[in-house]
T-cell receptor, first 117, second 113 residues
Framework: NAGVTQTPKFRVLKTGQSMTLLCAQD?????MYWYRQDPGMGLRLIHY???????AKGEVPDGYNVSRLKKQNFLLGLESAAPSQTSVYFC????????????????FGPGTRLTVT | AQSVTQPDIHITVSEGASLELRCNYS??????LFWYVQSPGQGLQLLLK??????LVQGIKGFEAEFKRSQSSFNLRKPSVHWSDAAEYFC???????????FGKGTLLTVNP
């Protein structure tokens, strides 16, 4: 049981380049989330999904897109990277209808450190 | 809208001393409350949570937290800090039907030998 995994762990982009971050979970969770973490800012929600095929905007969605084509995967895309998107990105998931878990209890991946130059 | 305030950005304690990290929340109904810990370069690990019932909750690594509705607080405590507790601690609040959490900005804990 790997939990929540994120690919890649590190990435350096030039301004204007695009990339996709992959989040995968093997806990059969319904809900998935993408956060960014910046010094002194805590975690801020970018986008989230409450089920396969559904996505919604969080607190800081501009410049990002997401897709949830499969229940276990949640992709975060940057179409044209900007230096302001330099951050650590965390994926999280919660709530399995098969278990006793609570929908608010989120399980986090190890993070992706992205630098945009 | 829900919000969380962690008033202390950075706390330094000596090993063996007691610890209290403060968390104040804003939410109109009974909240779901969490404390997470993040070691350097790592993801977030759940320390403890409160949904209902006993207002004093026990977590992993010897931590506990007390929910005080009258003060809108959920402070984290540990009676004797170990050097391995040095990390950043985040308080989070959830509620409503969207299942989102709102995180505080974190408190960085330094432990002196």
């Amino acid at each position: 049981n790997a939990g929540v995994t994120q690919t890649p762990k590190f990435r350096v982009l030039k301004t204007g380049q695009s990339m996709t971050l992959l989040c995968a979970q093997d806990m059969n969770h319904e809900y998935m989330y993408w956060y960014r973490q910046d010094p002194g800012m805590g975690l801020r929600l970018i986008h989230y999904s409450v089920g396969e095929g559904t996505t919604a905007k969080g607190e800081v969605p501009d410049g990002y897109n997401v897709s949830r084509l499969k229940k276990q995967n949640f992709l975060l895309g940057l179409e044209s990277a900007a230096p302001s998107q330099t951050s650590v990105y965390f994926c999280a998931s919660s709530y399995s209808t098969r278990g006793a878990g609570d929908p608010y209890e989120q399980y986090f991946g190890p993070g992706t450190r992205l630098t945009v130059t | 809208a829900q919000s969380v305030t962690q008033p202390d950005i950075h706390i330094t304690v000596s090993e063996g001393a007691s610890l209290e990290l403060r968390c104040n929340y804003s939410y109109g109904a009974t909240p779901y409350l969490f404390w997470y810990v993040q070691s350097p370069g790592q993801g977030l690990q759940l320390l403890l949570k409160y949904f209902s019932g006993d207002t004093l909750v026990q977590g992993i690594k010897g931590f506990e937290a007390e929910f005080k509705r009258s003060q809108s607080s959920f402070n984290l405590r540990k009676p004797s800090v170990h050097w391995s507790d040095a990390a950043e601690y985040f308080c989070a609040v959830g509620g409503g039907s969207n299942y989102k959490l709102t995180f505080g900005k974190g408190t960085l804990l330094t432990v002196n030998p």
